[in-house]
């Protein structure tokens, strides 16, 4: 990274607003995640660990739906693997880090580690495929990464973080454009119906795409401050990789041929846009599909006799939930009051709570409070585990609800730069509009306003990989910075 | 590793016998792993992947029934930090990978790719643990560790490989030793109930325990060639990495006090001891409990038409299996003839296979021939789920049982060095017999049999920690080698 650019991320970091602050001070009070003392490594604390399980969970029972199985390929990278293709090394090589030594002694060639792994995995699939009958190869890998940041921000930007990376092989150019579609699709079902969390999925501009790739196709969600995140990425990797390692296969027709390749990732990135999506003033509200903690029980008692009565209904309740597939737990903390043990849960993002007094125990009730709309409601001890699984669907549902309304209010449609310059300046969110198809025109914007193209929407599009507008682009209109006629209507956004 | 170190390996890899070999060419060929470009790492494919991730999600609700959640710490460690423990730096330290550059640049102090995490869990640790109300700590992480190995072998020993590792840390000494024999029972159970492997619980002597533990305990496994595996250890840390790191806690007294940690690992090295225990002939024999397929069902045709009847029962037949809860695929490979197949899923290991020729169809039965016995019998297509799942559990319960008979025949107790070198010698396998309870003994029989002490098992102990053999050791004999007074009732053998 030049002197300049780095100097300009600092400049974002000191320029940090409420948003960013509230953020921060909710991973960490949270105790999603906490600082390490190796620059850029972040440490994911069992709350933050226990969230990305059922992230990975969710997402993992879907990627392997699609057909692909898990494997696992080597942490290091010979570093002259990474540059066997010229636009992979220039995207990654400023980002490595590299192992000169091991064993105690100095190696021949470094090592890379894996900042993703198309290198090391490419190169194997060379061994393994041999004729049309080894194709298609469907292989997903859950791995830690390494890509060197001069500033981080914990989950949204870490020099290692935590992902899956996607590899697949295919004989025809068609087939991998279209596992590149399906997968953006497998990732756009995860965000919406796991995380509650509206996306746009789209294709990346040729300056955003991976380096290496044909095409990059992008799942943007809007973050709380109206900023975008990148939530995910399905590439079309075409034959480019396959020519640098080597990949050919024999076809039907008995000739040699190069494959086609795709990869795609998600990381713990995406916890960070969870946090910055359905969080409130009190703190986390974790979508119930993931979260740790569905349940909350909360005894609540003055002396030690209703102290025991209020527990033994409370591990009665959490049994029968806990049976139903319920994730519930009593709290059997004693040193801290039921105020600050709701603020505390609260904070947490834990979508109900649920609060067993005395006078429940007596009347067989228990108290439940929503974490999303704060509504409370009295049911009887005995209709619990219905209730509580109906109100977890609720609040999922309602979650994406309210996350699919902040997104179509904070998407403006604007046709003039002095409408996009004001949007950008005072209420960010996305901007629709329409682009001339220039890397000159994407970089003025840029450089004006901060604001990148965040996808051509696939709605957009008539197919995924067309040359023009289609879809539901509407009549083109004249770019909005150039006025040059239109060549694609585009999602702009400032973006983390 | 010292040179003299180094020609040992090599010529310990050169004197290869036929059971190494087939271990290698089983590995290969049922497609569980492959060399990598990378030396000292290997890759993972899919078939052993999905081996690994049944393992891992059995022994994944062990660790969280036993009270510990997972969480997440850095790849890179600083250097310094491995050094604050005197043994811990010095028994990783000629191991370890540095990474030396980043981002371009030089680091000014390197970063060790961690071999073990204690140095920065401990770090972090400290951080977290202010008073007694922090304490417990129970903690597990999933991830990839480098110890870089001058010669390897797949799964048994590659400079990466991935395991658990487990971290807690105590108010007292007792509480730490209790969790590691905890722990330590945990793995015990995992191999013996889940991967149907009997092992020897019990404790390291001195010279083989963990750099900077206190009491290293071990399971011990016998492999078919009567050799013993190491195959998952519990740390009694004692105060030496609180020490070292500074974790101090208030006390109830509100007195400052180090506090005691514990650490415990499993690796994917266990994944080569399942195949070496279970494997014969044929191939792999894998458990039930963590086969990737349970059953293959075998559609038997001749024609076109029988293969749309005897498909549509297999789909119909694995739809039912997999209702039930069953791992069951149909293969749908058109290109192999049966024969074939049936060696190809005995190569794999698959426990059940159900063959569905034309015949059967029309009587409404199916075929199934165990992988363990080989015994076939004729199920009625309406029965099958029930019987398949009873077969199941009676070939994880059989496979258990064989291997524990191995392991009894294969266990010899001795009196006397000539014996001792005999069984060495001639039939390998575990040796029972006293030992002096000096390191120079120990070293002498290593120099002249190549056996080293596995461990003293915990059924020749009072307790974990006892100073003296009792329990079921019963009296004292003298020392095999040295002749003099026989302090514990150990186990030797050659290992891997």
């Known amino acids: 990274m030049s002197d300049e650019q780095n100097i300009k991320r600092n400049e974002e970091i000191a320029d940090q607003d409420d948003f960013s602050k509230w953020y921060t001070d909710v991973v ?288 009665s309740v959490a049994a029968s939930l806990k049976a139903a597939g319920v994730r519930a737990r009593v709290d059997r903390d004693t040193e801290h009051r039921s105020g600050w043990k709701y603020s505390e849960y609260e904070l947490k993002g834990v979508p109900l709570r649920m609060e067993i007094g005395p006078r429940d125990v007596a009347s067989g009730n228990v108290v439940l409070v929503r974490r999303d709309t704060r509504a409370k409601q009295i049911v009887a001890a005995g209709e619990v585990a219905v209730t509580v699984k109906g109100l977890l669907d609720d609040i999922q549902q309602a979650m994406y609800q309210a996350a699919q309304e902040k997104l179509a209010a904070g998407t403006r449609t604007v046709s003039d730069f002095a409408q996009f310059s004001e949007v950008i300046a005072n209420q960010r969110g996305f901007i629709d509009c329409w682009w001339d198809g220039t890397a000159e025109t994407e970089e003025a914007i840029k450089t004006a306003t901060k604001a990148t193209i965040r996808c051509i929407p696939l709605k957009y599009l008539d197919h995924p990989a067309a040359e023009q507008a289609g879809g539901e682009a509407g009549e083109p209109q004249p770019d909005i910075y150039s006025g040059q006629p239109g060549k694609y209507r585009v999602i702009y956004a400032r973006s983390y």
Not at 103 to 120: F, M, N, Q, W, Y
Not at 177 to 192: C, G, H, N, P, S
């Open 28 to 315: 960490l009070r949270a105790k999603l995640a906490d600082y390490s003392p190796v620059r850029g490594s972040m440490v994911i604390r069992p709350y933050g660990y226990g969230l990305w399980e059922n992230m990975q969970s969710h997402l993992d029972g879907r990627i392997k739906e699609s057909g692909c199985e898990n494997a696992y390929f080597p942490l290091f990278i010979p570093q002259s693997f990474l540059m066997k293709e010229a636009e992979h090394v220039e995207g990654f090589a400023p980002q490595v880090a590299l192992v000169t030594q091991a064993g105690g002694e100095k190696l021949e060639e470094p090592l890379v580690v894996r900042p993703t792994s198309e290198a090391i995995i490419c190169h194997m699939y060379a061994q393994w495929v041999q004729s049309w009958r080894d194709l298609p190869i469907l292989i997903n890998q859950w791995a830690n990464v390494v890509r060197w940041e001069k500033v981080t921000r914990l989950f949204l930007r870490t020099s290692e973080f935590l992902w899956q990376e996607g590899h697949t092989c295919h004989a025809t150019p068609q087939e991998a454009e279209e596992r590149t579609i399906q997968m953006l699709k497998v990732y756009t079902d995860f965000a919406q119906d796991d995380l509650a969390i509206p996306v746009v999925p789209g294709r990346k501009s040729p300056s955003e795409k991976f380096p290496g790739a044909v095409n990059t196709y992008t799942i943007e969600a809007m973050m709380g401050d109206g900023k975008a995140l990148q939530s995910g990425t399905s590439h079309d990797l075409g034959d480019h990789f396959a020519r640098a390692f080597d990949i050919q296969f024999l076809n039907k027709q008995n000739e040699r041929e190069y494959a086609y390749s795709t990869s795609w990732g998600l990381s713990t990135r995406m916890l960070g846009g969870l946090i910055m999506v359905h969080g409130d003033d009190n703190g986390l509200r974790l979508p119930p599909k993931v979260a740790p903690i569905q349940v909350i029980i909360i005894p609540i008692w003055k002396n030690e006799a209703e102290m025991d009565s209020t527990m033994a209904a409370a591990d």
